[in-house]
Structures are given as C-alpha cells and as structure tokens.
C-alpha cells in the first residue's frame, strides 16, 4: 500500500512540474569543463570557433558553495575533451562543495588514449575516497571508416576500440560504469545496427542518442549538415529504427524513451514526449563560468565569477528565459530519457495496447467477451502509465 501510495505521490509531482513548472535547486549540474578538444567531429563546432579554455577550478569551488546547489547529486563532465584538461582532479576537488554529490559522468572521445587511462583512473580513485561513483561513457559513432569520418580523425576507430578493451579488462580502476556513447547522425544512420552488432560480445550498455543542434558547441544555426531531420530519408530511416526497437525492448524506461525518439522523428521534429527537468530544475555551468539552464538552447544567464547562482536564479531574466526556453522544447528531442509526460504516457499506452491486445480483441467471438479483454487491457495499460518509470 505504502510503494502504491509513493508511487502516485510521484506521479502527481510529476504532473505538477510539468503543467506548472516551479523552479526547484537542482539535482544534475551539466558542466562541460572545457573548450578544448582534439577531435573534429563534423556534428560540434566546438573544436571550430571556441577560444581554447578550462574552466577555473578554485572559481568552481567558490560557486558550487552556494545554497542553491545544496541538492545536486550528479554531475556530466564532458567538454570539449575532459581529459586535455591537465588539473582535473582540482575540478573534481571543486565538486566536493556540493554535499550531496553521489555520481560523476565522464564522457571522452577516446583518442588520447593514454592520457584518458591516466586521467580517469585518478578520477576514480579520487572519486572512490569521497564516497563517488564514476560513470564513463566513450563515444563510438560507427564501426571503421564510419566513426574515423564523423570524428574527422584517421585511426580513432582503432584507438577507441583499443581504448574500450583496455577498460574493460580492468574496469574497477578506472570507472564503476563503463557505457558506450553512439550519436545518431545523417552520417551514420543508414548503419545504425553496425555498432550494437559489434559491440555485442563485451556487453556493453549503450547510450544512443540524436545529434541535435546545440548552441554552447556553436551548432544551432548550422546543423543541416549532420541533423537527421533535414533529409527525408535519414528521418524516415531513423524513425524506422527507434519504432522497430520500441517494438522488441522489455524494459519499460527503455521502451517508452524509444517510442518518444520515434514520436518525434515521426512529427518531423515536433512533439517532443519526455519531459525536460532543465526546464525547471537542472542547469548548466560551462567552462566560462556562465550558469545556464539547459546547454542545448539555454543563453547565458549570469557569470558565477561575478554573481551567485542564487542571485542569478532569482533574478527576472531568468524567468524570462525559462520562459523563452519552454517554447523551444516542443521541438528538441535532448534528454530523450527523462520520464515521459502526461501526453506522452498516453500515446505510449495507446501504442503499447495496440500492440498487445488489438489482435486479442479482434479474435474474441462476442461483444461480451471483446468488452470483458478491452477492460482488463485498458486496466493494465493504466497502471503502467502511471508506474513505468519507476
Ligand atoms: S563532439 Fe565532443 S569530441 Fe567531438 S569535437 Fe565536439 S567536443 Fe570534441
Ligand atoms: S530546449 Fe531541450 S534540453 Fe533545453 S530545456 Fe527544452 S527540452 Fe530541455
């Protein structure tokens, strides 16, 4: 009774932070800790226009020291390259201002190989003596030639896949979760069973994820290039490949953060059906200094060097901006995993019944009995709409 009571309390808040978005302190901060990069992927622009930056690791820790920090439990590190940032470990020493860190996200592109192993196992150890868990994710966006050309770096393949091997063999020093990063891009979507069919001996978990336009890595006017929406046959492709695995997943999260990849891609980019707790608790702190909410299409709210997060949050920009934000939402797919909203559990349900029990239905021999199926299945389909995420 008790789990049943919590899990329609959460329902509920759920509910509420969706229809009335109130600004909560955050749980996930997002930093990308630097401009750097070594590789020239053809789906960022970071490696492009930035002026080549880390971020200032005492500054950081002054920041983090405000209240409205006081929740955060997990913290994305990602870039530019983490690892090309040589006093990492003062920027994770930083990261202990904030009380009730839990988690860390490394993510790396795997070409200084070396220079990674080092860097993320004293991450490991550092965040092992703080009680932190360390999660890295190497990105892989194709087998061969594919991934060397997206990354625009002859031989990345080869070391990411040395580099992947390496970690695997002695996973406990260097992370506590190994995940492999594949961005769905018009490069590579016509492959896009290539790099599961190859990864699947080391079992590894995989993220896959759309490439979006961006405008902290300098892409949101320019994405054309490598958006899958911009040629109907990427699209139609991708959309494909999302439905068809929305079709075959068991995992319910898993299943319905699919059907909302497809949902999207199916709208042409409209639509988006997961919610997006950047629009009303989690933020952005990138290597300047400069607090935003989401990176995707949040601007710069404030600078942390000259103002508090407090201050910044609070102030009427900042409303004006969430505000602003909330209308680009509907047509961003990033953070496709996050629980999916009331519109959402409703399609998905819809879906989901549909593909369980319209043939049931159909084979029933009388009124009675098609009446008798369709009310146990719409019960079914109800209390998974209201507990799939949990
Ligand atoms: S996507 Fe990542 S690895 Fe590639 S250029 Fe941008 S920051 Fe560097
Ligand atoms: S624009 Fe995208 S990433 Fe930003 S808050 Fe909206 S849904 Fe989230």
Redesign the pocket.
Known sequence: MKKKLRIIKRFCQRIYGEWLPKREKPRVLQM?IT?R?????V?????KHHDRKDIDATLLKEALKDPFFSEVQSVGI????FSLVPNLIAVLDALTSLPRLESIYL???G?ATEKIKEHTKSAKSFCSAHGISVTLCI?LDGVGYVHDTI??IPGNFEKTMQLIQDITKEKDKYCDNLVIGH?LSRFNIDKVHEVEDYLSPFGLALDIHLAVPNKR?GTYTDHDRYNILADDKSRQIAAEYFYSRFLYENNLTAKARFFANYYYLKNKGKGRLSNCLYRYRDVTIDENLNLRLCATAGKSLGNLEKESASTIINSNSTKKEAKRLLKECDNCIHYAYYPLTTKGRWLFAREVAKQQYSMTIYKCSSGKQRLKVSISALNKVIKMVVKYDY
Not at 37 to 41: P, V, W
Not at 43 to 47: E, G, K, L, M, P
Not at 78 to 81: A, R
């Open positions: 990308p401009s990069c070594n590789s020239c992927c789906t960022c622009n970071v490696w990602n870039g530019g390259e993510i790396t592109n070409i990105s990354r625009g961005t890595i």
